[in-house]
């Protein structure tokens, strides 16, 4: 038996073919009755849509492309939120019946931007996400640019009116946390930075220094050490911190991966947590409830971010004017049990 056609359906259904493609398309201006009418032809017919034909037909294939940090190009890379990323651009593409490419980025190569710019042209998506820290450098955007493609950055650091962004409320959540600690009795709270390519991470050590005006505290450069992201840069900034004379009682990571590494150095040194040292981290990923004492830290909403980028590429496709604003999906403090009163 031959595979059926679009014309098959439209005849079952007793429309024309313009309006079998709509219905399929997920197009508005289809009246209920009719559209139900062409889905029940294609649920008895088992009628499936050339995708290639699709693609042909809108110029844009139903795909969406999430452009990421390579993690091959990390000694221990963090996992959840690479998992956390396609989790949610998933949901945003199943629920328009889309696809999703993963595609993992190396930043640090020279001619990246040719390798982006032919991936966009060969598959022609219908929106590309992009994740931090790609979000905001610049050869990135540019080869993305040139294209021609809808694309969402993910916290790309600087905002701006012209393009759509989501991202998060790194600075003000931060603040909070801050004021957290402060509120527990903590007078020297120290904060380790982040990798400086991430520029929505400066943001949360801009929450930070907030936080301490807000509860009276004094900013001092000595309490503030710069790490890269990874476990291990939480650990030699952990160290460090720990061996000032006047150690802090507690420790804000820019992230979970640098908190749980400023853990571990605690558990060598005899560091009681949270009896003489607070920590806390950013990002809530698998591990901050894995580590013993599970860690009080920032649940970034990365899945709902993604989520929301997909829909907006999705819900933007076919139309003249590209989508453009910023979308704000706020972050919420988890406290745990690695964070208690300051030691008298």
């Known amino acids: 038996m031959s595979r059926p056609t679009i014309f098959d359906v439209a005849k079952v259904a007793g429309v024309s073919i313009k309006t079998v493609s709509r219905v399929v398309n997920h197009e508005p201006n289809v009246r209920d009755s009719t559209r139900e009418r062409v889905e029940n032809a294609i649920a008895v017919l088992k009628y499936r849509?050339?995708?290639?034909?699709?693609?042909?037909?809108?110029?844009?294939?139903?795909?969406?492309?999430?452009?990421?940090?390579?993690?091959?190009?990390?000694?221990?890379?963090?996992g959840g939120y690479i998992l956390d990323l396609q989790q949610g651009a998933l949901k945003g593409c199943s629920s328009a019946?889309?696809?999703?490419?993963?595609?993992?980025c190396n930043f640090r190569k020279k001619n990246v931007g040719v390798q982006l710019k032919s991936l966009i042209e060969e598959t022609r998506p219908a929106g590309i996400i992009v994740a931090a820290p790609l979000s905001n450098m610049?050869?990135?955007?540019?080869?993305?640019?040139?294209?021609?493609?809808?694309?969402?950055p993910l916290s790309p650091?600087?905002?701006?009116?012209?393009?759509?962004?989501?991202s998060t409320n790194d600075r003000e959540v931060c603040a909070e946390m801050t004021r957290y600690l402060a509120g527990l009795g903590h007078k020297r709270i120290a904060f380790i930075t982040g990798d400086p390519d991430h520029k929505a991470v400066a943001n949360r050590l801009?929450?930070?220094?907030?936080?301490?005006?807000?509860s009276g505290l004094e900013f001092s450069e000595k309490l503030v050490a710069a790490g890269d992201n990874s476990f291990g840069s939480g650990e030699a900034c952990?160290?460090?911190?720990?061996?000032?004379?006047?150690?802090?009682?507690?420790?804000?990571?820019?992230?979970?991966?640098?908190?749980?590494?400023v853990l571990r150095v605690a558990n060598r040194l005899g560091v009681d947590v949270p009896g003489q040292l607070s920590i806390a981290g950013f990002d809530d990923i698998a591990l901050a409830r894995q580590v013993e004492p599970a860690l009080t830290t920032i649940r970034q909403p990365l899945v709902r971010m993604a989520e929301r980028a997909a829909s907006m590429l999705i819900e933007g496709n076919g139309q003249d004017e590209k989508p453009h604003g910023k979308e704000i999906v706020p972050a919420?403090?988890?406290?745990?049990?690695?964070?208690?009163?300051?030691p008298a």
């Open 49 to 78: 849509p050339d995708q290639s034909a699709r693609n042909l037909a809108s110029h844009r294939s139903h795909l969406v492309v999430l452009v990421y940090d390579d993690p091959a190009a990390y000694d221990m890379p963090s």
């Open 97 to 104: 019946r889309s696809e999703l490419l993963i595609h993992p």
């Open 138 to 152: 610049p050869k990135i955007i540019r080869a993305i640019e040139a294209t021609g493609t809808p694309f969402v």
């Open 157 to 166: 650091g600087k905002q701006s009116v012209k393009q759509l962004s989501v």
């Open 206 to 214: 801009l929450g930070y220094q907030d936080g301490l005006k807000e």
């Open 238 to 261: 952990g160290e460090k911190l720990l061996k000032h004379a006047r150690p802090p009682t507690a420790i804000f990571a820019a992230n979970d991966d640098m908190a749980a590494g």
């Open 332 to 342: 919420t403090i988890k406290i745990r049990e690695s964070t208690g009163p300051a």
